[in-house]
């Protein structure tokens, strides 16, 4: 008695949906979903977390789900070569690009969405709005390279993963799916999407926060680097200095 078993509570809360749907089919909602946890805490030695997207839906269709992170102004560089050197020669900036972007669906995308659904709500990488920062001036061409390697690089980081992640259908009524998130996720509020599609319409649809916070020293540390950045950065370099001085010791010791 009193035994715990944390691997069963979003399989119990997927069935308890099960009542809501079948009382009363005229007033049951499409699509009900949820996540395992609503918070991601990065703590020292955090490895990255998976997150649990579970619920059940009314009728046949396929589900997609999509996580967008928190915007960031972010400043994409091509190296040239400069007096025979390879450097950083030309630069745009996008506004308020996602700092995570993940989707999770039944199926292939291009067969389950509509390209103009998929343009409508940003489903799928190649169909999010990265917008140049105000005052950026690039032709077309330029701007499909610079965001070609914008996703290029969030994609080698595992922020824009290229997969499209399994949504598993059980018995045509509940569904659930793994969304991983890597060591270095951004910090920041979530925003995890749902949608129901039946023959290529949107029927159903929800959505629901995610929080990624950092806890503990980490948050500790980070909190202070933003609150007391000359004093963080004296004790930064007086650190510095010291491991450096010991350093010097010890190789004195051991010649």
Known sequence: MGRRFPGMLPSLVVVAL??????????????????SKHVVAITTGF???????????EGKGDVVVVVQGPGQD?????????SGIWANRDSLTFAGAPSFYAVAATGPLAKIVPDAIA????IGVDYL??????????????RKLFRA????????DQ?????????????????????HFPANVPTGTYTVRFYLLRDGKIIGGSSSPLYVNKTGMNAELTAFAHE???????????????????GAVVLRRHN
């Open 119 to 122: 343009r409508q709500e940003q």
């Open 149 to 156: 390697a914008l996703v290029r690089l969030r994609a080698r």
């Open 129 to 142: 709005r990265l917008k140049l920062k105000e005052g950026s001036l690039a032709g077309p061409g330029e």
């Open 228 to 246: 007391q950045s000359v004093l963080y950065g004296l004790l930064a370099v007086l650190i510095a200095g010291f491991l450096g001085w010991l």
């Open 159 to 179: 922020l824009y993963p290229k997969q499209v992640f399994p949504v598993t259908l059980i018995g045509n009524r509940l569904f659930r799916a793994t969304l």
């Open 47 to 57: 490895t990255g977390s998976d997150v649990l997207v579970f619920g059940a839906v």
């Open 18 to 35: 099960l009542p809501a749907l079948s009382i009363s089919p005229a007033h049951a909602q499409p699509l009900i979903a949820d996540l």
């Open 74 to 82: 972010v400043v994409v560089r091509r190296k040239g070569r400069v």
